[in-house]
């Protein structure tokens, strides 16, 4: 069965960066990309940006542009997502989201990661 | 920059129908998924390509897009459909949108 599994929660300073990691399995990985959406404590959710994982190729959110780096790992089938000058706002789980459905859907997602930026 | 609007809360009694909508510009040209999320979870697709429905999916919810609305509706609502529901589309340069939500209550 295809499963996301996300690294644990972390904690980090104000000007620190973070690394989350988005594991999949159960489907063949270069088939599909992944998204990183995020949901700040009581908010919406907001769309971060995505990468292709045939390519490598990368979009991202004009919100973060500059600060979010995604990449992927085609012999672990891993994708990571790394936020760099954090600030308290960026206090929020992140969750990895497979598109399927001819990318027309969000379909499978990981269990989210809380990171929590604090000094 | 693309924006979707949603009303913040819906409420109703077991076995009505709810209606949930999401505006934004010129929307029915887009392609519109909706998400049910609830408390402590992760998003769950239940609507997708405006109308089409996830496996898995019961069958009382369902979709439409036209002009500058999607609407989710939801027929006979259950207490298990109690929960905040998103929808989501594509702005012209391929970059994700989501709406602000809509909190369901079934009384």
């Known amino acids: 069965q295809v499963q996301l599994v996300q690294s644990g929660a972390e904690v980090k300073k104000p000007g620190a960066s973070v690394k989350i990691s988005c594991k999949t399995s159960g489907y063949t990985f270069i088939g599909y990309s992944i998204h990183w959406v995020r949901q700040a404590p009581g908010q919406r959710l907001e769309w971060m940006g995505k990468i292709n994982a045939d390519n490598g190729n990368t979009k991202y959110s004009q919100q973060f542009q500059g600060r979010v780096t995604i990449t992927r790992d085609t012999s672990a089938n891993t994708v990571y997502m790394e936020l760099s000058s954090l600030r308290s706002e960026d206090t929020a789980v992140y969750y990895c989201a497979r598109l399927g459905y001819g990318g027309y859907g969000f379909d499978y997602w990981g269990q989210g990661t809380l990171v929590i930026v604090a000094s | 920059s693309y924006e979707l609007t949603q009303p913040p809360s819906v409420s109703l009694s077991p076995g009505q129908t709810a209606n949930i909508t999401c505006s934004g510009d010129k929307l029915g040209d887009k392609y519109v998924c909706w998400f049910q999320q609830k408390p402590g979870q992760s998003p769950v697709l239940v609507i997708y390509?405006?109308?089409r429905r996830p496996s898995g999916i019961p069958e009382r919810f369902s979709g439409s897009n036209s002009g500058n609305t999607a609407t989710l509706t939801i027929s006979g609502t259950q207490a298990i459909d109690e929960a905040d529901y998103y929808c989501?589309?594509?702005?012209?340069?391929?970059?994700?949108?989501f709406g602000g939500g809509t909190k369901l209550t079934v009384l």
């Open positions: 390509q405006d109308n």
């Open positions: 989501q589309a594509w702005d012209s340069s391929s970059a994700g949108v």
